[in-house]
T-cell receptor, first 112, second 115 residues
Framework: DQQVKQNSPSLSVQEGRISILNCDYT??????FLWYKKYPAEGPTFLIS?????DKNEDGRFTVFLNKSAKHLSLHIVPSQPGDSAVYFC???????????FGGGTRLMVKP | GAGVSQSPSNKVTEKGKDVELRCDPI?????LYWYRQSLGQGLEFLIY????????KSGLPSDRFSAERTGGSVSTLTIQRTQQEDSAVYLC?????????????FGPGTRLTVL
């Protein structure tokens, strides 16, 4: 039973346009959410996070939106760049522990 | 500074053999995590160490899996009597404390292939 789901395995966008990556979760105990980016043969690197007390967090070209009632979060990248091409993982953490529960990832391809 | 390092980067073994995977966390980080990523899957939590506390082993898939962390630094993940379904990339991460706002820094992973 996947508690964190990324329903789109891949996404292709044109350079300069917006990339929107989506993530859904089922566990209502999750209250901290993160996005990680992963290049081939490398470990995931932290991108941006959001606490459940907020509905938006912005860092440069990256913005994460959280809709708690829908148990949905999204990552917006504007403008998208070819260097953003990677696999993006959504992750969540519950109050009781520190381990992260990850989604299956979305492969983003930004075309020049 | 040096990031999280893992060795070996690749390991091919025969079914039934034991393997040991090593993780060197970032110096000074008190929290250490092991995850694995099977083909086409997300990262799956295995085990978590925080300082001298008893580890959280709730993610270990079977009793063939064990891990230890010596001196609060280096960690070894051991898989006994490996099975083909153990084939995956095993990732180690560390963070400065166990605070939930702390970013987990990942190593490059060890790709394990069980023939």
């Amino acid at each position: 039973d996947q508690q964190v789901k990324q329903n789109s395995p891949s996404l292709s966008v044109q350079e300069g346009r917006i990339s929107i990556l989506n993530c859904d979760y089922t566990n209502s105990m999750f209250d901290y959410f993160l996005w990680y980016k992963k290049y081939p043969a490398e470990g995931p690197t932290f991108l941006i996070s959001i606490s459940s007390i907020k509905d938006k967090n912005e860092d440069g070209r990256f913005t994460v939106f959280l809709n708690k009632s829908a148990k949905h979060l999204s990552l917006h990248i504007v403008p998208s760049q070819p260097g953003d091409s990677a696999v993006y993982f959504c992750a969540a953490s519950a109050r009781a522990g520190n381990m992260l529960t990850f989604g299956g990832g979305t492969r983003l391809m930004v075309k020049p | 500074g040096a990031g999280v390092s893992q060795s070996p980067s690749n390991k091919v073994t025969e079914k039934g053999k034991d393997v040991e995977l090593r993780c060197d966390p970032i110096s000074g980080h008190t929290a250490l995590y092991w995850y694995r990523q099977s083909l086409g899957q997300g990262l799956e939590f295995l085990i978590y160490f925080q300082g001298n506390s008893a580890p959280d082993k709730s993610g270990l898939p079977s009793d063939r899996f064990s891990a230890e962390r010596t001196g609060g630094s280096v960690s070894t993940l051991t898989i006994q009597r490996t099975q083909q379904e153990d084939s995956a990339v095993y990732l180690c991460a560390s963070s400065p404390t166990s605070g939930r706002g702390d970013t987990q820094y990942f190593g490059p992973g060890t790709r394990l292939t069980v023939l």
